[in-house]
Protein backbone atom coordinates (compact mmCIF):
# COMPACT_ATOMS: atom_id res chain seq x y z
CA UNK A 1 0.00 0.00 0.00
CA UNK A 2 1.20 3.17 -1.08
CA UNK A 3 1.37 6.52 1.80
CA UNK A 4 -1.61 8.00 -0.44
CA UNK A 5 -3.20 4.97 0.97
CA UNK A 6 -1.79 4.68 4.70
CA UNK A 7 -2.78 8.42 4.72
CA UNK A 8 -6.61 7.94 4.15
CA UNK A 9 -6.39 4.74 6.56
CA UNK A 10 -4.87 6.88 9.15
CA UNK A 11 -7.14 9.88 8.41
CA UNK A 12 -10.46 7.52 8.83
CA UNK A 13 -9.32 6.29 11.93
CA UNK A 14 -9.18 9.06 13.38
CA UNK A 15 -12.60 10.71 12.23
CA UNK A 16 -13.89 7.13 14.16
CA UNK A 17 -11.93 7.61 17.44
CA UNK A 18 -13.58 11.25 17.63
CA UNK A 19 -17.30 10.09 17.48
CA UNK A 20 -19.11 9.01 20.36
CA UNK A 21 -18.54 5.28 21.69
CA UNK A 22 -22.40 4.56 22.11
CA UNK A 23 -24.58 7.33 20.39
CA UNK A 24 -27.96 7.48 21.41
CA UNK A 25 -30.73 7.89 18.91
CA UNK A 26 -33.20 10.86 19.43
CA UNK A 27 -36.00 8.75 18.42
CA UNK A 28 -34.93 6.52 22.24
CA UNK A 29 -34.32 10.07 24.07
CA UNK A 30 -36.24 12.52 26.38
CA UNK A 31 -36.95 15.85 25.42
CA UNK A 32 -36.81 18.97 27.51
CA UNK A 33 -39.77 21.04 28.89
CA UNK A 34 -42.35 21.64 28.54
CA UNK A 35 -42.87 18.00 27.06
CA UNK A 36 -43.99 15.51 29.86
CA UNK A 37 -41.76 12.48 30.21
CA UNK A 38 -42.31 9.35 32.06
CA UNK A 39 -39.88 7.54 33.95
CA UNK A 40 -39.06 4.25 35.96
CA UNK A 41 -36.94 4.26 38.97
CA UNK A 42 -36.76 4.83 42.50
CA UNK A 43 -36.87 7.84 44.64
CA UNK A 44 -33.99 8.40 47.82
CA UNK A 45 -32.44 10.93 49.51
CA UNK A 46 -28.67 12.14 49.58
CA UNK A 47 -26.49 15.20 51.46
CA UNK A 48 -26.09 17.81 48.86
CA UNK A 49 -22.70 18.72 50.17
CA UNK A 50 -19.95 17.22 52.71
CA UNK A 51 -21.07 18.13 56.10
CA UNK A 52 -18.86 17.39 59.44
CA UNK A 53 -20.57 14.00 60.47
CA UNK A 54 -22.87 13.63 57.58
CA UNK A 55 -21.24 11.79 54.75
CA UNK A 56 -22.52 12.34 50.99
CA UNK A 57 -25.01 9.29 50.15
CA UNK A 58 -25.94 8.88 53.70
CA UNK A 59 -29.91 8.32 53.91
CA UNK A 60 -31.19 10.08 57.47
CA UNK A 61 -33.78 12.10 56.16
CA UNK A 62 -32.70 15.47 57.24
CA UNK A 63 -33.37 19.44 55.94
CA UNK A 64 -29.65 19.09 54.64
CA UNK A 65 -30.67 16.56 51.71
CA UNK A 66 -32.03 16.55 48.42
CA UNK A 67 -34.58 14.28 46.33
CA UNK A 68 -33.61 12.28 43.49
CA UNK A 69 -34.92 10.16 40.98
CA UNK A 70 -32.48 7.06 39.69
CA UNK A 71 -33.84 5.66 36.59
CA UNK A 72 -33.79 2.09 35.92
CA UNK A 73 -30.56 0.57 35.58
CA UNK A 74 -31.19 -1.08 32.55
CA UNK A 75 -33.25 1.62 31.13
CA UNK A 76 -30.42 4.52 31.37
CA UNK A 77 -32.22 8.20 29.52
CA UNK A 78 -31.13 9.94 27.29
CA UNK A 79 -32.12 13.48 26.62
CA UNK A 80 -32.60 15.20 23.81
CA UNK A 81 -31.54 18.93 24.22
CA UNK A 82 -32.56 20.77 21.40
CA UNK A 83 -34.43 19.20 18.60
CA UNK A 84 -33.32 21.49 16.01
CA UNK A 85 -29.62 20.14 16.59
CA UNK A 86 -30.08 16.94 18.05
CA UNK A 87 -27.80 17.45 20.69
CA UNK A 88 -27.58 14.64 22.98
CA UNK A 89 -26.66 14.33 26.61
CA UNK A 90 -26.44 10.77 26.59
CA UNK A 91 -25.51 7.82 28.45
CA UNK A 92 -22.00 8.60 27.89
CA UNK A 93 -22.49 11.10 29.97
CA UNK A 94 -23.48 8.98 33.17
CA UNK A 95 -26.98 10.74 33.62
CA UNK A 96 -27.97 8.37 36.13
CA UNK A 97 -29.81 10.82 38.72
CA UNK A 98 -32.35 13.05 38.25
CA UNK A 99 -32.51 16.07 41.15
CA UNK A 100 -36.47 16.18 42.05
CA UNK A 101 -38.15 19.28 42.41
CA UNK A 102 -41.94 19.55 43.71
CA UNK A 103 -43.78 22.61 42.94
CA UNK A 104 -47.38 21.37 44.45
CA UNK A 105 -49.16 24.49 46.46
CA UNK A 106 -52.39 22.31 47.49
CA UNK A 107 -50.22 19.76 49.11
CA UNK A 108 -47.30 19.24 51.15
CA UNK A 109 -44.96 16.64 48.39
CA UNK A 110 -42.64 15.82 50.86
CA UNK A 111 -45.40 14.11 53.20
CA UNK A 112 -46.99 13.23 50.28
CA UNK A 113 -44.28 11.04 48.59
CA UNK A 114 -42.15 9.90 51.32
CA UNK A 115 -43.96 6.44 51.55
CA UNK A 116 -42.02 5.98 47.56
CA UNK A 117 -38.41 6.83 49.07
CA UNK A 118 -36.63 3.56 48.37
CA UNK A 119 -39.29 1.87 46.08
CA UNK A 120 -39.75 1.23 42.30
CA UNK A 121 -42.07 3.87 41.21
CA UNK A 122 -43.28 5.40 37.66
CA UNK A 123 -42.45 9.54 37.76
CA UNK A 124 -44.53 12.22 35.26
CA UNK A 125 -42.81 15.30 34.94
CA UNK A 126 -40.51 17.56 33.19
CA UNK A 127 -37.05 17.92 32.83
CA UNK A 128 -34.87 20.85 32.67
CA UNK A 129 -31.15 21.54 33.58
CA UNK A 130 -29.79 22.43 36.94
CA UNK A 131 -29.87 26.17 37.09
CA UNK A 132 -26.59 26.61 39.21
CA UNK A 133 -23.76 24.37 40.70
CA UNK A 134 -24.56 23.40 43.88
CA UNK A 135 -25.33 19.64 42.98
CA UNK A 136 -23.71 17.56 41.07
CA UNK A 137 -26.36 15.72 38.94
CA UNK A 138 -26.89 18.04 35.65
CA UNK A 139 -30.69 17.49 35.49
CA UNK A 140 -33.80 18.45 37.36
CA UNK A 141 -37.12 16.83 36.99
CA UNK A 142 -40.46 18.80 37.99
CA UNK A 143 -42.47 16.01 39.40
CA UNK A 144 -45.97 15.82 37.88
CA UNK A 145 -47.06 12.59 39.39
CA UNK A 146 -45.79 9.29 41.14
CA UNK A 147 -47.43 5.99 41.37
CA UNK A 148 -45.36 2.87 43.04
CA UNK A 149 -44.47 0.58 40.28
CA UNK A 150 -45.28 -2.79 42.13
CA UNK A 151 -46.09 -6.36 40.73
CA UNK A 152 -48.62 -8.86 42.56
CA UNK A 153 -46.01 -10.64 44.40
CA UNK A 154 -44.38 -7.09 45.60
CA UNK A 155 -47.54 -5.20 46.63
CA UNK A 156 -47.72 -4.60 50.11
CA UNK A 157 -50.47 -4.55 52.79
CA UNK A 158 -51.45 -1.57 54.51
CA UNK A 159 -51.90 -0.14 58.24
CA UNK A 160 -55.33 0.54 59.88
CA UNK A 161 -57.84 1.79 59.01
CA UNK A 162 -57.49 -0.33 55.94
CA UNK A 163 -59.19 -4.30 56.65
CA UNK A 164 -57.10 -6.86 55.73
CA UNK A 165 -57.00 -10.56 55.51
CA UNK A 166 -53.95 -13.23 55.90
CA UNK A 167 -53.93 -16.70 56.06
CA UNK A 168 -51.38 -19.22 58.09
CA UNK A 169 -51.09 -21.59 61.48
CA UNK A 170 -52.28 -19.92 64.48
CA UNK A 171 -49.87 -20.94 67.81
CA UNK A 172 -49.56 -19.68 71.50
CA UNK A 173 -46.09 -18.84 72.81
CA UNK A 174 -44.93 -18.15 76.58
CA UNK A 175 -42.65 -15.56 76.87
CA UNK A 176 -41.44 -13.36 79.86
CA UNK A 177 -43.67 -10.84 80.85
CA UNK A 178 -43.85 -7.66 83.78
CA UNK A 179 -42.31 -6.10 84.93
CA UNK A 180 -38.77 -5.87 82.60
CA UNK A 181 -39.84 -8.72 79.79
CA UNK A 182 -36.10 -9.75 79.63
CA UNK A 183 -36.60 -13.54 81.62
CA UNK A 184 -38.25 -15.45 83.95
CA UNK A 185 -35.57 -16.97 85.15
CA UNK A 186 -34.93 -13.23 86.16
CA UNK A 187 -37.87 -12.62 88.10
CA UNK A 188 -40.13 -11.68 85.04
CA UNK A 189 -43.73 -12.98 84.73
CA UNK A 190 -44.40 -15.35 82.27
CA UNK A 191 -47.11 -13.99 79.83
CA UNK A 192 -48.74 -16.32 77.14
CA UNK A 193 -49.67 -14.30 73.38
CA UNK A 194 -51.31 -16.03 70.57
CA UNK A 195 -49.58 -15.54 66.92
CA UNK A 196 -49.81 -16.30 63.34
CA UNK A 197 -47.49 -17.89 61.47
CA UNK A 198 -48.05 -16.73 57.76
CA UNK A 199 -48.27 -18.95 54.47
CA UNK A 200 -45.81 -16.75 53.10
CA UNK A 201 -44.15 -13.36 53.74
CA UNK A 202 -45.18 -10.08 53.36
CA UNK A 203 -45.03 -6.34 53.52
CA UNK A 204 -46.69 -2.94 54.95
CA UNK A 205 -46.37 0.27 53.64
CA UNK A 206 -46.66 3.16 56.64
CA UNK A 207 -49.16 5.41 56.42
CA UNK A 208 -47.85 9.42 55.46
CA UNK A 209 -47.41 11.23 58.52
CA UNK A 210 -47.44 8.46 60.99
CA UNK A 211 -45.35 8.24 63.85
CA UNK A 212 -45.78 4.99 64.85
CA UNK A 213 -46.25 2.88 61.89
CA UNK A 214 -43.17 1.94 59.79
CA UNK A 215 -42.12 0.09 56.93
CA UNK A 216 -41.99 -3.81 57.57
CA UNK A 217 -41.04 -6.28 55.00
CA UNK A 218 -40.32 -10.38 55.49
CA UNK A 219 -43.46 -10.30 57.73
CA UNK A 220 -44.11 -14.36 58.71
CA UNK A 221 -45.26 -13.87 62.38
CA UNK A 222 -48.22 -11.76 63.68
CA UNK A 223 -49.25 -10.88 67.01
CA UNK A 224 -53.28 -11.22 67.24
CA UNK A 225 -54.97 -8.87 69.49
CA UNK A 226 -58.14 -9.49 70.91
CA UNK A 227 -60.38 -6.55 71.63
CA UNK A 228 -64.03 -7.34 71.99
CA UNK A 229 -66.20 -7.49 74.82
CA UNK A 230 -69.08 -8.90 74.33
CA UNK A 231 -67.09 -12.59 73.96
CA UNK A 232 -63.80 -14.31 75.31
CA UNK A 233 -62.08 -14.63 72.14
CA UNK A 234 -59.66 -17.03 73.39
CA UNK A 235 -61.92 -19.41 74.40
CA UNK A 236 -63.86 -18.94 71.14
CA UNK A 237 -60.69 -19.15 69.21
CA UNK A 238 -58.81 -21.74 71.08
CA UNK A 239 -59.72 -24.80 68.67
CA UNK A 240 -58.34 -23.58 66.19
CA UNK A 241 -54.60 -23.70 67.65
CA UNK A 242 -52.25 -25.28 65.59
CA UNK A 243 -54.78 -24.64 62.54
CA UNK A 244 -54.77 -23.23 59.49
CA UNK A 245 -56.87 -20.09 59.76
CA UNK A 246 -57.63 -17.09 58.15
CA UNK A 247 -57.31 -13.76 60.03
CA UNK A 248 -59.55 -10.56 59.60
CA UNK A 249 -58.54 -7.13 60.99
CA UNK A 250 -56.40 -4.35 60.73
CA UNK A 251 -52.98 -4.16 61.12
CA UNK A 252 -50.84 -1.59 63.51
CA UNK A 253 -47.17 -1.20 64.66
CA UNK A 254 -45.67 -2.09 67.62
CA UNK A 255 -44.66 0.15 70.17
CA UNK A 256 -44.77 -1.18 73.77
CA UNK A 257 -42.74 -3.96 75.26
CA UNK A 258 -46.33 -6.26 75.46
CA UNK A 259 -46.24 -6.55 71.60
CA UNK A 260 -43.98 -9.11 70.37
CA UNK A 261 -43.51 -9.07 66.75
CA UNK A 262 -43.25 -6.18 64.74
CA UNK A 263 -46.95 -6.18 62.94
CA UNK A 264 -49.74 -6.86 65.09
CA UNK A 265 -53.43 -7.79 63.89
CA UNK A 266 -56.52 -6.28 65.67
CA UNK A 267 -58.61 -9.39 65.15
CA UNK A 268 -62.46 -8.78 63.78
CA UNK A 269 -62.65 -11.99 62.54
CA UNK A 270 -60.80 -15.84 62.71
CA UNK A 271 -62.05 -18.61 60.79
CA UNK A 272 -60.84 -22.22 59.82
CA UNK A 273 -59.48 -23.42 56.53
CA UNK A 274 -60.89 -26.67 55.69
CA UNK A 275 -57.92 -29.20 54.51
CA UNK A 276 -57.95 -29.48 50.78
Known sequence: MDRHGLFLMAHVAALFLL???????AGECLSFEPAVVE????????????????????????AGQQWVFLPDTDNIPCVNTDPATSEIIGP???????????????VDENALYKQFLHRKVILKGTVSKVPSAPWYTPLLIKVIDLEP???????????EPTVVTITGRMYEKTLPGRPNYESTEHG???????????DKPFCVYANVNDEID????????????????????????RDLLSKKVAGKGTFYHAHTAHHRTKILLTVETIEPIPPK
Do not use: H
Open 19 to 25: LPSSPAR
Open 39 to 62: ITGSLWKKAQSEKPGLKNGQQKVS
Open 92 to 106: ERDIYEFQVVFSRKD
Open 149 to 159: LLTEADKCLSY
Open 188 to 198: DEPATYWFMKT
Open 214 to 237: EDEKDVTDVQLVFTRDDVDEYDLY
